[in-house]
């Protein structure tokens, strides 16, 4: 939503300058500069800076900044000052900080209480919160600051919370159902809008409610704003109640949506209400500036989306800088689609949307874990903040209660958002084909929550214009704390009396990703069967659109070429072999792991010596595959590490974690090498070909041959810091890791692992036939291993050098032609 | 269509839209898109599915046909292929990928989920014999990322391993040493995919649905 009148502060000058050093402080924050203080309180910037303010702002500036230089001169003939006191001078910063401190320590108080944050939504306390703090300023004498301005809430506190919203937004369900969202966003805000205006009007003509000065306009302007449903309030409430991924994404999306329609609505019956009459060229000019403002705001996203990605494809030397592109494209998204005021809501939602995916396969591992936790950590403070802000500005703001308004308002809202969800399901069901239950459509209009944005747009009034202000915000505040109070803590219950279905918490697993993407082209195809293009048809062309084109211009590398399974599959690779060392890099697998089964089998503790031997053939080939992967990449991560400690660099590694960790992480490694001892047994020896599906079948299905098939290896641990892991009979792959070394992480020792194991996998290639039934210990016997060793060497297996490397794709160079025949 | 024809076949369709749960007016659809793929014949072969050009890119392409000439499609308790299908069988094989109806038990909600999953699990069931082994699946893996070019066959058996495993240690839990997963049997698979909503996203919108017809079953 955008703020595009000037402000008129009830509040005196003094705030007003305190405001806008607030929100140059926090824009500065927001974008990352390092700006000093100094130059942060220098009367050119924030001049420059607060531009709606008017002259009065400009002038107390100077005049302050005169006073401080008359001090000054004043003083030069004293004694030097050791210690002197000068509050003003970090009074913003400090006070901001304090906020920040106060909703921090709040959000940790209450996951301390498990029991309150089951029973109240955490957004409740927060508000009770903000009330309390509100009082203490009022007992204190002090006047309560103006917090929840509507500039700092629209150019500050709200941005986090949307991008958060957008680039974390689960694109398939929601354009599943934009259709419906659509509906509910647009044509459900008019209804309530229209509804709640239209009536509360009505009432106000009743005689005996002392409220006949309001008018229509002001009375539609006011629904208007009451009538869009609140995304920072839904998303609080919601993310509490786990319910499941339609519903959630029906009301958010509704929530998200809606802002193009409330911004339109907003500043039609503002700038009417002066003027007075409403001609249907005003409405028509309103439906085209509804289209300008939600398309416009979604182009202009996307192009900055676009940007951000096209941006990431080049920052393979400088990672640590490239999450500040995610956010610094983004708001700047926000800012120009505001200029132009257009949605800037919508702006941010696709910008985040559009450029994820592309920037997810460009950035680091480590770049991506850092965007996450900033949009989270950045979107937990600003909606605590929003909240404690809304209850400091019950306490603060001027009230005006009139019984008849405030009830009627909150009677109406909640009648007409059961009318216009009950009505627009009916329509919106006969082109479903996952039809909304009775149920599905109570928690819809029961997760209606109305929120800060309403409470800031209100704040925006003119008060000149609308003598009515006070009550209108009154009525607003009621409104929210209606529903944030009375549904957001009965939502809980009533999902759970009413028994609707809850979010599945399960983790993806690979069978279900394969399935989906297996339904994708099964679906498409029946589809083409049927002779008539549905969405499968269209969204299977804009994939391969995707696919041929965007994703060539966008990633870097060799990964655009990566199809979802694979990097699904990768991602879990690697958070598994990530989850493995941090667990200690042992025996122990962690609950993420798809095959506890052949671990079981193989663990010495609970198995016998003898048992474990037999248990061997039951170590299947891919689980085999896996440790090795995980121990390797272990060592890798090792040995990178080591070498940019030496460097003293951050910027060339990025899993350069500091001494400290270091040091852990060392400490572990000998934990580790302890372990592979132990293990060395089952890792070197079975020497499986990794594409052998005569191998692996026969593991799986018979592994009663195998018992022939003992450990020829043995881990050696060397005090030296040199893992040699060195093979007795031939054929078998060396291990051979210096950690010391200098060299680049994927180059000899792989090669030479992949090398041996191609040659593996070409002898067994081979003899497939002759194996099939006999004891499958043949492998072991390479006669022909040696000769395709060179020629084979460096070209097996391209996504497991990804996996243990950084996952940039630089080392993406050595894929060619497929190895086996 | 003569007059007569169009007379004996509504009779016809009104007999299938009781069995296959289209209505009518699907059925109609559906029947004039088999004339234009049988080439106004009574039998769809395999190589008027195979000529329709859309379907050339899709990696499924080999499976999707296959499945319209597998008897366990058609009818209960059979294995094998048929050669060619009739517009009845084109139907019962369509059936599977309506969409559920609004109002259902959660017996019907399970019956139409093992429906669903059934004909899934039968495409990668190449052989008929109850279970995927693990040959079975890297095929369909392998199938999927066919058109990946050859990333996707290097990565395609990883990824079928992975799943098996996957799919081992969820339904079997503890294995003993000496014993051997031989495959995904049908409870395995329902098992696996507890979570995958099927039965509210295998389905496509035929034209013209009349949603009062739709039922669970056959």
């Known amino acids: 939503m955008s703020v595009r009148v000037a402000l008129h502060s009830p509040t005196g000058s003094r705030s007003f300058l305190e405001r806008g050093l607030l929100l140059l402080v926090m824009l500065i924050f927001l974008e990352g500069t390092v700006l000093t203080l100094g130059a942060a309180s220098s009367p050119d910037i924030s001049a420059q800076d607060n531009t709606g303010g008017g002259h009065d702002r400009r002038d107390d500036h100077r005049g302050i900044a005169g006073s401080h230089e008359h001090t000054n001169y004043t003083y030069t003939k004293k004694a030097f000052p050791v210690l002197s006191l000068d509050y003003h001078h970090i009074q913003v910063p400090f006070e901001i900080s304090l906020w920040v401190l106060l909703a921090s320590l709040m959000k940790l108080g209450f996951h301390l209480i498990p029991r309150l944050s089951s029973i109240v939504p955490e957004s409740c306390l927060l508000i009770v919160v903000g009330l309390l703090v509100g009082g203490l300023i009022k007992l204190a004498g002090e006047e309560v600051p103006p917090v929840l301005d509507s500039n700092l809430f629209f150019l500050c506190l709200l941005p986090p919370i949307i991008l958060d919203a957008g680039y974390f937004l689960p694109i398939r369900p929601f354009m599943e159902n934009i259709g419906t969202i659509l509906m509910f966003a647009v044509v459900g805000t008019l209804w309530n809008a229209f509804f709640v205006g239209g009536l509360l009007y009505a009432v106000c003509q009743i005689e005996g409610t002392y409220l006949s000065q309001v008018e229509l306009l002001p009375c539609l302007l006011f629904g208007s704003i009451i009538s869009a449903v609140d995304p920072v309030a839904v998303l609080a409430v919601f993310e509490e109640i786990h319910i499941n991924e339609l519903l959630h994404i029906l009301v958010f999306g509704e929530s998200l949506l809606n802002d193009a329609v409330t911004v339109v609505l907003y500043h039609l019956f503002e700038e009417y209400s002066g003027a007075g009459e409403v001609t249907p060229t005003d409405v028509i000019l309103g439906v085209i500036c509804f289209l300008i403002v939600s398309l416009g705001g979604i182009a202009v996203g996307a192009i900055y989306g676009i940007l951000a990605a096209f941006t990431s494809r080049f920052t393979s030397h400088t990672r640590v800088i490239e999450p500040l592109f995610v956010f610094v494209y983004s708001y700047m998204a926000y800012l120009s689609a505001e200029m132009f005021h257009l949605s800037g809501i919508m702006a941010l939602i696709a910008c985040g949307a559009v450029m994820r995916p592309y920037v997810e396969a460009n950035i680091s591992h480590k770049s991506h874990t850092t965007v996450k936790y900033f949009l989270k950590m950045w979107s937990s403070v600003s909606e605590t903040l929003i909240f404690i802000f809304l209850g400091v500005a019950t306490v603060a703001g001027p009230h005006a209660w009139n019984w008849t308004f405030v009830s009627v308002t909150v009677i109406l809202c909640l009648v007409s958002r059961v009318i216009g969800v009950v009505g627009l399901t009916f329509i919106i069901n006969k082109f479903r084909i996952v039809k909304l239950t009775t149920k599905d459509q109570f928690i819809v209009a029961y997760g209606g929550l109305r929120g800060a944005i309403a409470f800031s747009l209100g704040y925006l009034l003119d008060k000149d214009l609308f003598p009515m202000r006070t009550m209108f915000l009154t009525a607003i505040i009621t409104e929210i704390f209606f529903t944030v109070f009375v549904q957001g803590m009965t939502i809980k219950p009533l999902v759970d009396l009413l028994a609707v279905k809850k979010k599945q918490e399960a983790k993806r697993s690979i069978n279900e990703e394969i399935h989906t993407q297996f339904l994708d082209h099964l679906l498409t195809g029946i589809e083409d069967i049927c002779g008539h293009y549905g969405h499968h048809h269209w969204k299977d062309k804009l994939n391969r659109f995707n696919k041929k084109y965007i994703k060539k211009c966008l990633i870097a590398g060799e990964r655009y070429k990566e199809p979802q399974l694979i990097a699904f599959y990768h991602k879990m690779e690697f958070k598994q072999a990530i989850e493995l060392v941090e667990s200690g890099g042992g025996v122990k697998l962690p609950s993420a792991m798809p095959s506890q089964v052949s671990m079981q089998n193989i663990q010495p503790k609970k198995l016998p010596p003898a048992v474990a031997e037999r248990a061997l053939p039951q170590f299947t080939k891919g689980r085999e595959e896996e440790i090795r992967k995980i121990l390797r990449s272990n060592l890798q991560k090792t040995r990178q590490r080591l070498r940019s400690y030496n460097r003293h660099t951050l910027v060339a590694d990025p899993f350069e974690d500091g001494w400290n960790d270091f040091l852990l992480k060392k400490q572990r490694m000998i934990e580790l090498e302890k372990k592979m001892t132990e293990m060395s047994n089952y890792l070197t020896v079975p020497a499986a070909p990794p594409d052998s599906p005569t191998m692996c079948r026969a593991r799986l299905a018979s592994g009663d041959d195998f018992k022939a098939e003992k450990a020829g290896a043995k881990v050696i641990p060397d005090p030296n810091a040199f893992y040699n892991i060195k093979a007795s009979s031939d054929g078998v792959p060396t291990i051979q890791v210096d950690l010391a070394s200098p060299q680049s992480p994927d180059s000899v020792n792989m090669l030479n692992e992949f090398s041996k194991r191609g040659a593996t996998d070409q002898g067994l290639g081979q003899r497939e036939g002759a194996t099939r039934d006999e004891d499958q210990g043949l492998m072991m016997k390479l006669s022909s291993a040696g000769k395709e060793e060179k020629e084979e060497g460096g070209n097996k297996n391209p996504g497991l050098m990804r996996c243990l490397s950084d996952p940039g794709p630089s080392n993406e160079d050595e894929e060619d032609e497929p190895f086996l025949p | ?218």
Request: some cysteine.
């Open chain 2, 1 to 218: 269509m003569g007059a007569s024809q169009s007379v004996r076949t509504e009779h016809e369709f009104q007999d299938v839209a009781d069995r296959t749960g289209f209505s009518l007016e699907q059925i109609g659809n559906l029947n004039k898109r088999f004339r234009q793929l049988s080439k106004n014949e009574e039998t769809l072969s395999r190589q008027d599915l195979a000529s329709i050009s859309a379907l050339d890119n899709n990696p499924l392409r080999a499976q999707i046909i296959n499945a319209f000439f597998d008897k366990r499609n058609l009818r209960e308790n059979e294995a094998g292929t048929v050669q060619v299908i009739g517009f009845e069988e084109f139907l019962m094989v369509m059936s599977h990928f309506r969409p559920a109806a609004m109002h259902i038990t959660e017996e019907e909600r399970e019956k139409l989920r093992r429906e669903k999953l059934r004909f899934v699990f039968n495409m990668h069931d190449t052989d008929s014999d109850g279970t995927i082994t693990l040959e079975e699946y890297r095929r369909a893996v392998e199938e999927l990322l066919s058109k990946a070019g050859t990333i996707g066959q290097e990565t395609a058996k990883a990824i079928a391993d992975a799943a098996m495993l996957e799919v081992a240690s969820t339904t079997r839990g503890k294995m003993e040493p000496d014993e051997f997963y031989e495959g995904i049997t049908f409870e395995n698979f329902l098992q696996i995919l507890k979570t995958f909503d099927i039965e509210t996203r295998m389905h496509i919108r035929f034209l013209n649905m009349d949603t009062a017809t739709m039922r669970c079953g056959k």
